[in-house]
């Protein structure tokens, strides 16, 4: 192993080991990756597009979408192309920086998923609860400043992160059983004492993760209190449907989060390393998979913005060709 000096027992690479066990059928595990990937790339950046350019949805509900798709974007990007790099070429090795930078990164991003589902669900009991005072009380400005708050505090809370796995004596080899730089699947190469970087990433998740939970199961409490008091049901139907979309996004994100988080911690040996490493990345792109398509599947006016969309460029080819 090469170290960057002789003291501080720290690598210059690290080797990605892909998913142990599972070395045969790497390339065909790579074409449904790669078929999610392209698929999330081409959804997000196109909901962005959507929302950039009809004027109708440029309300605080879809600017929220947008943030979360531009999220979506740079979380499955920070891993996905490094690891079809490993399944298709065999490039198993990383350098330490880039390690901690994609560490970070993963971190920082999952971080700001979370954080832009509880301002969803925010904006979600703003409108239903608030109908009045939804325009005052969710400005261009708020919404702003909601925003970079969010994008901070995923950074605040993760720097420590790099820090902390900087530190660690790295004598037990380089060799990290995943497919990319995942905090405790660093740290738990090291030969030194993890027990802090074990309780700051539990802290961590706590003050991310529990609290956009706890936020975001306030906020659907509350809505579903006001929407059962409403006297029609076609009012009640037609405020809860604003929420079906969001909701979806909520259970497409959380279980397999939740999945990789306590297995990762609680499940020990009992569950096979290479279904922890397929969850973490599945954990990684169901998301930005998945959200495009629910939301333009159950939100009315983002179906309708798309059916425009097509048939104003329809309208606009045929006017060239005529």
């Known amino acids: 192993m090469s170290f960057l000096n002789g003291t501080s027992l720290t690598p210059a690479t690290f080797i990605l080991n892909g998913i142990p066990g599972l070395e045969e059928v790497h390339m065909w595990i790579s074409?449904?990756?790669?078929?999610?990937?392209?698929?999330?790339?081409?959804?997000?950046?196109?909901?962005?597009?959507?929302?950039?350019?009809?004027?109708?949805?440029?309300?605080?509900?879809?600017?929220?979408?947008?943030?979360?798709s531009f999220t979506d974007?740079?979380?499955?990007?920070?891993?996905l192309p490094n690891t079809l790099c490993i399944l298709w070429f065999n490039l198993k090795e990383i350098d330490f920086k880039a390690c901690l930078a994609q560490m970070f990164s993963v971190h920082a991003f999952t971080g700001?998923?979370?954080?832009?589902?509880?301002?969803?669900?925010l904006d979600r009991y703003v409108a239903i609860c608030c109908p009045l005072r939804y325009a005052t009380l969710l400005t261009n400005s708020v919404v702003a400043k909601a925003g970079l708050l969010t994008f901070l505090r995923g950074v605040v809370l993760v720097i420590p992160f790099t820090f902390l796995t900087r530190r660690l004596p790295y004598c037990r080899g380089n060799v990290i059983r995943h497919t990319y730089c995942d905090h405790m699947s660093v740290a738990k190469i090291s030969c030194g004492n993890v027990k802090v970087n074990a309780i700051y990433g539990l802290m961590v998740a706590l003050l991310i993760g529990g609290f956009d939970i706890l936020c975001i199961t306030v906020s659907y409490t509350m809505i579903l209190r006001a929407v059962v008091s409403l006297s029609s049901a076609d009012a009640r139907q037609k405020a809860f449907s604003t929420c079906t979309a969001h909701i979806c996004a909520i259970v497409i994100t959380y279980v397999p989060a939740f999945f990789t988080f306590f297995t990762h911690r609680f499940?020990?040996?009992?569950?096979?390393?290479?279904?922890?490493?397929?969850?973490?990345?599945?954990?990684?792109?169901?998301?930005p998979t998945m959200n495009p398509i629910v939301y333009e599947i159950k939100t009315k006016q983002i179906r309708e913005s798309v059916t425009g969309f097509l048939l104003k460029g329809k309208d606009s080819s045929s006017q060239t060709f005529k």
Not at 44 to 52: A, D, K, P, R, V
Not at 112 to 121: D, H, I, K
Not at 275 to 282: C, E, F, R, V
């Open 267 to 287: 499940g020990g040996h009992s569950i096979p390393p290479h279904i922890h490493i397929i969850m973490a990345n599945l954990y990684l792109l169901m998301p």
């Open 31 to 68: 074409f449904p990756l790669c078929t999610m990937y392209s698929i999330a790339i081409t959804g997000n950046f196109g909901l962005m597009y959507l929302i950039y350019s009809e004027e109708a949805l440029h309300r605080p509900m879809y600017i929220f979408l947008a943030l979360l």
């Open 73 to 79: 974007v740079l979380m499955c990007t920070s891993t």
């Open 112 to 121: 700001m998923e979370s954080g832009v589902l509880m301002l969803m669900a």
